[in-house]
């Protein structure tokens, strides 16, 4: 059990702060001078700190004002209707909102197309008999894999150099579902827990699990990395027994 | 720098709205960042930051010309991330990994092990309550003192200082279970 004094942590950041007295410090030099503890707190508590200044901080500057006041401005035009634009000016704003409009379009498109396909028995891959190996997931196409107490299916969208997996669980027991990658091809770019029971998730460098008991769907995006081409693996473990591995080729 | 930004507030607020430009350009990287620190996201951190400027002109006429307008700005910036993450909350049940983080870096083993330290303490911060990130990220990120955190969390100063001392204890905590000492 810990033995950290109040005493101790406050001398411990006015140190880190700088702004320890020199009374406080021999009362600190005491306390650590009897207290392996202490000692081993101080030296944590240090390396933390140092590590907190050191940590790489991004400075990206980005150019946000032009942005900004085409925003203002439309809105102004909102509120006070009548205000007379340059065509030039009428122009670019018309040109951003069709860019605009068209993004969301193409999101809307996709969602649509994933949800469609989610929705489309006749599609769907099957593949409950052979427990490993190797098998390719066409963009669009659903993959399902089950068993008397659970059922997986992956709906895998490939745009670009971007594959957006969207994987539903259902399982009667608690079921763990593990994706691994190369991280020489692929980079996470986001786990989304989307709906359902989640029942802990880790993420680590080339690979993802979660815990799953009842339904549970995730969203999985991966960015590849120009002309690296490389497999994925899932694998499901129930009660540390691996039920099922396999080798998926994203296409 | 404080008078000449009250100056242009006042032209701002007397009808020359294209001066705001000159605040956005000023402060546009340090709004930015500061979202980016809190939230790990690039795309909604940049997008965030243009709400905050829009909301900043919006409001600009409560602007008391008490506080400086940095700290004015960095209010809005922080509560923003706030509630967009309550908002999000639902979607980051699972741990979201920090964006800039790429794996492949690095050339060689200590830079590796380097990198690999950051992810983990970035993931951690990220983990902290909000109230707690805030601080942290300001101090450590921004290298506000304790004076001018407190004045944009609108905070007494001592209160700063527990929620820094009480956020490190809770990194200390969450990192010792990842070996990180």
């Known amino acids: 059990m810990s033995t950290i004094s109040s005493e101790l942590e406050l001398l411990v950041n006015r140190k880190l702060d700088g702004t320890i007295s020199p009374k406080e410090q021999e009362v600190l030099d005491r306390i650590l001078s009897e207290s392996e503890e202490a000692v081993r707190f101080l030296r944590d508590m240090e390396k933390l700190e140092s590590s907190l200044r050191g940590v790489a901080r991004e400075e990206i500057k980005p150019e946000l004002s032009q942005e900004v006041m085409e925003q203002i401005h439309i809105k102004q035009k909102h509120v006070f209707g009548a205000e007379k634009k340059s065509f030039k000016m009428h122009f670019r704003f018309q040109r951003r909102q069709l860019f605009r409009y068209a993004a969301i379009l193409i999101i809307g498109l996709l969602i649509g197309s994933a949800a469609t396909l989610m929705l489309q028995p006749g599609r769907i891959f099957h593949n409950t008999g052979d427990m490993s190996g190797t098998m390719a997931a066409r963009s669009g196409e659903k993959l399902a894999f089950s068993h008397d107490s659970w059922q997986v299916e992956i709906n895998p969208m490939v745009v670009d150099q971007m594959a957006i997996l969207i994987i539903s669980v259902a399982s009667d027991r608690p079921l763990d579902v593990n994706l691994s990658f190369d991280t020489q091809a692929y980079r996470l770019s986001r786990a989304r827990y989307l709906s359902g029971t989640d029942i802990g998730s880790a993420i680590q460098a080339g690979s993802i699990s979660f815990g799953v008991s009842g339904k549970a769907v995730y969203q999985i995006v991966l960015n590849q990395y120009s002309g690296m081409s490389s497999p994925v693996f899932l694998e499901l473990t129930q009660e540390d027994q691996v039920l099922y591995r396999k080798e998926i080729v994203l296409q | ?181």
């Open chain 2, 1 to 181: 720098m404080k008078n000449e930004e009250f100056e242009i507030i006042r032209r701002i607020l007397g009808g020359e709205t294209q001066e705001y430009k000159k605040l956005v350009h000023n402060y546009q990287a340090a709004v930015y960042n500061v979202l980016y620190q809190m939230l790990h996201q690039h795309t909604e951190a940049e997008e965030l930051a243009q709400d905050v400027f829009v909301k900043a002109y919006e409001k600009l006429a409560t602007f008391n010309f008490q506080s400086r307008f940095f700290s004015w700005i960095f209010r809005i910036a922080i509560n923003t991330a706030i509630t967009h993450q309550k908002k999000a909350q639902r979607f980051l049940q699972l741990e979201r990994l920090p964006e800039d983080i790429d794996h492949n870096a690095g050339n060689n083993e200590q830079q590796m092990m380097d990198k690999e330290r950051d992810v983990i303490l970035k993931k951690a911060i990220l983990r902290l309550k909000e109230t707690y990130r805030a601080v942290i990220v300001l101090h450590y990120f921004e290298q506000l003192s304790y004076a001018e955190i407190a004045e944009v969390l609108e905070l007494p100063e001592k209160k700063v200082k527990s929620r820094l001392y009480d956020g490190r204890k809770l990194l200390k905590s969450m990192l010792e279970k990842q070996d990180f000492f």
